[in-house]
């Protein structure tokens, strides 16, 4: 198996996490909510830099 420069891994992360939250937008109308979703919803997907994906959302939105 090669390794994935930190670049794509970073991509590939986010990359998951959009798609996720797009998928949960649907029925998640609490923005920080649909952040901690989408956070466990990466993290079954076993998808890297799920926290830094989540601290950019929950940030973004302004959650505490």
């Known amino acids: 198996m090669t390794r994935l420069s930190k670049r794509s891994v970073a ?3 986010a990359f998951v996490f959009g798609c996720a939250l797009a998928s949960t937008a ?3 109308y609490d923005p920080c909510e649909r952040c901690w979703t989408t956070y466990s919803r ?3 997907l076993g998808s890297p830099n799920c926290k830094t994906q989540l601290n950019q959302c929950l940030h973004r939105y302004s959650c505490g």
Do not use: L, P, T
């Open 42 to 44: 990466c993290v079954q």
């Open 26 to 28: 649907s029925y998640a």
């Open 11 to 13: 991509a590939i992360s």
